[in-house]
């Protein structure tokens, strides 16, 4: 398809237009090829229930865009875009979820955000964080329903931020970072966890004086309970391969990642009595969402603002916003409700830093 | 249409479709007064009464007035009818005031009086159904009930039994009404659309 451009007929595709010598086709298909380590990983931790999930998402996608296009006579599967969205709400949901959560959050997603406005590349918002957005409105309790991972400590399977949460609202502030809390709430990381962080702390830390905190490394590579596409250097890994192919650009992901990690790392420790710069910036960064909405739905060509100042606005805006909801809000892990508030922005960010043909640029250029 | 006028029209719309029974009792309030209040300006016609459409100034006032009027005996009947329905519905039976500006409609002034009385029992039928088709779609998915009138045995709550513990959420909120609305009005400009191309629509779209 990337004959598009060099072949004397005109091939009109769907949008974003964008100049990156690559078709919109590709550009999908190596967003799905980059999440299959991330995939892998999960479906090696959560075995066949994760399958499920992820199974039922995509199958629900694909169905539901096929569906909206048929009786017009079109066939949209092969541009990959539904089964990404389906890929990426499976990948953000948990494995526990029941059938039904999967389901209507993918054919929530192509049914009313993409294709009631007319399909791909005229959604105004992302398909897939808007349809785990409605999933976790609508059912807050099976959307988050988790089981432990393969090795993981057995027991009542809470994801890390949850289990923080809850043990915040039960022992009210108590001023340490947010592993420290897990340790004292009594939550319990994987026994290779627990060897690995012993052996560093004792061989590797202890002569300068440091230690980590037990579920650094679980936290890390997402070996915890909760969503099944978690293992953040697996899907910075696969964004990294995007950026490299400019299938996506790096300004709002980092910026949208750095803004959240300084808000933590400075005001984060105020709802947990630790005071300013206690925040736990590492920790939130790593659990939750918000590595895959960063790399996988703010970038989203589709929905992010086409000037560089609106993609800085937007980025801050993104971060400011997760912070805000993951700390006081009650809609999980507050990346899907930002990204889906900041869609919203983006056409006024446009509008806004556009620079109009014949008007005088704005500010000192 | 005026914008702000058409925004107040959609509070009640939005507010009152979470069960089906508030959304009986709020259509039934502006069939009630839209009726009335079409009935009132074509008779007065001697003052400005805004038949030229209700965003003409004083004329808007005046129909203002009428409808403040009528919607305020509505208020009163139906806490005199149904207290625990007066008390739900609360501050958007006044609204029905706005509201039937919002979706009326202007007549060509030559209009009979009847006329003009069909043409408001029409629109506030339609209304009145667009509300009731919304708040069922709403509570049936949003909270997995119906509520309706309690009639001798029946308890006046039909419940889904396989919905009401995991229901639709998020239909139940704000959002979920605009949701609605928006199909719904996608649903008729399409019917609206095919029957013009069809040819065979005689009648006003």
Known sequence: ?365 | MNAALLVLGLCPAIAMTDTVIHSVWISAGLLLVSVLSTLARRILRAVPTGDRGPADGPGLIAALCVSSVLTAGFEAGLLAVSPEASTSIGIYAPLIAVNVLAVGEPLPSGATPARSVVGAVGRGLGLGAALILIALVRETLGAGTITLFPVGAFKGTIVISALVDEPVRALGLAGGALLCLGYLAGVLQAIGGARQRAGAGGEKP
């Open chain 1, 1 to 365: 398809m990337s004959g598009a451009q060099t072949s004397p007929a005109l091939h009109p595709q769907s949008a974003p237009h964008l100049r990156v010598g690559m078709s919109t086709r590709r550009m999908t298909w190596l967003a799905v090829a980059s999440l299959v380590p991330a995939l892998g990983f999960g479906l090696a931790l959560f075995g066949i229930p994760g399958l499920v999930v992820v199974g039922v998402s995509i199958g629900s996608a694909l169905l539901a865009e096929l569906a909206t296009t048929l009786p017009f006579r079109r066939f949209t599967l092969a541009d990959g875009s539904a089964l990404l969205t389906g890929l990426i709400v499976g990948l953000l949901l948990p494995a526990g979820a029941p059938v039904y959560v999967p389901a209507a959050a993918s054919a929530f997603g192509i049914l009313v955000i993409k294709q009631s406005f007319g399909g791909l590349g005229r959604n105004w918002m992302n398909p897939a964080m808007g349809g785990v957005l409605f999933a976790t409105v609508s059912w807050p309790g099976p959307a988050s329903w988790s089981i432990p991972p393969l090795g993981g400590a057995a027991g009542p399977a809470a994801p890390p931020l949850e289990a923080l949460r809850s043990a915040v609202s039960a022992a009210g502030p108590h001023g340490a970072t947010p592993l420290a809390a897990l340790d004292k709430a009594g939550y319990a990381f994987s026994s290779l966890d627990a060897s690995a962080i012993d052996w560093i702390n004792a061989h590797l830390l202890a002569p300068v004086g440091l230690a980590f905190n037990h579920g650094a490394l679980d936290v890390l590579v997402g070996h915890v309970p909760g969503a099944i596409g978690a293992s953040a250097p697996l899907l910075v890994l696969g964004a990294a391969y995007l950026l490299r192919r400019r299938v996506i650009r790096w300004q709002l992901p980092v910026i949208y990642l750095a803004s959240f990690a300084v808000l933590s790392l400075a005001a984060g420790g105020l709802a947990s009595g630790g005071g300013w710069l206690a925040g736990g910036p590492g920790f939130h960064l790593l659990s939750g969402n918000i590595v895959l909405a960063a790399f996988y739905a703010a970038s989203d060509p589709v929905t992010s603002p086409l000037t560089r100042t609106g993609r800085w606005v937007l980025g801050i805006s993104l971060g400011a916003l997760t912070f805000l909801m993951r700390y006081f809000g009650s809609w999980g892990d507050g990346a899907a409700a930002a990204i889906v508030l900041g869609n919203c922005l983006t056409p006024l960010l446009d509008q806004w830093t556009s620079h109009r043909p014949g008007a005088a640029p704005k500010g000192a250029a």
